[in-house]
Each structure stands twice: as C-alpha cells, then as structure tokens.
Nanobody
Framework: QVQLVESGGGLVQAGGSLRLSCAASGRTFSDYDMGWFRRAPGKARITIATINWSGSNIYYEDSVKGRFTISRDNAKNTVYLQMNSLRPEDTAIYYC????????????WGQGTQVTVSS
C-alpha cells in the first residue's frame, strides 16, 4: 500500500485560507486516485473532494464547491487541498486517502491533520 502523510492544518479565522498537502510514498503515485475527507466533532467522516490519477476527473462535496480546490502533482507525489473562505463549520480532522485507480473503495489513509476555523 501507499503511505500518506498530511500536513498544513492549523488554526485560522473565518474567511481565511489554508493549503493542505498529502505526500505519498511507497508506490507509483500515478497509479492512484486520491481523495480528501474530513470528520467533524460528533459527525461521520465525509468525502470532500476526489481527483483521479491524471487530474482529469474531479469531484467536490456541495458545501465546499467554489471554496476548495483539489490538485495533484504526480512528479512530487503530492495531492493538495486549497481551502479558501473557511467557515467555522469546516472545523474537522482532514484525511487524505488513496485507491488504486479505477477501483473502490479508498484503502490507504493518512493520519489526519486538524483544521480549526474560529469565528
């Protein structure tokens, strides 16, 4: 399996921005579709955004459309989540995950990074 390490979380005021990164190692990065997920306190984990191996197919959850951007750099083995116009309800632990391209479900997970948005 591919190993994943997230970074870039932190505390930000509402309206601010953060950029999360997820570095992959151990396998050929372009063999994997990637996704960002989050788990808010007391809530189930949800899918925030996914990107296929080439970057040609992207999905966003409705609440983040127009505010968040997922991207990947296969040369750097990294997937990113640019988060703008952050809201207190975006507070959560954010996880990146990988799945062998064209398959489901996501099978490799990072340890998560905390994002806290203050009002």
């Amino acid at each position: 399996q591919v190993q994943l390490v997230e970074s870039g979380g932190g505390l930000v005021q509402a309206g601010g921005s953060l950029r999360l990164s997820c570095a992959a190692s151990g396998r050929t990065f372009s063999d994997y579709d990637m996704g960002w997920f989050r788990r808010a306190p007391g809530k189930a984990r949800i899918t925030i955004a996914t990107i296929n191996w080439s970057g040609s197919n992207i999905y966003y959850e409705d609440s983040v459309k127009g505010r968040f951007t997922i991207s990947r750099d296969n040369a750097k083995n990294t997937v990113y989540l640019q988060m703008n116009s952050l809201r207190p309800e975006d507070t959560a632990i954010y996880y990146c995950a990988a799945r062998t391209r064209g398959t489901a479900p996501f099978t490799s997970w990072g340890q998560g990074t905390q994002v806290t948005v203050s009002s």
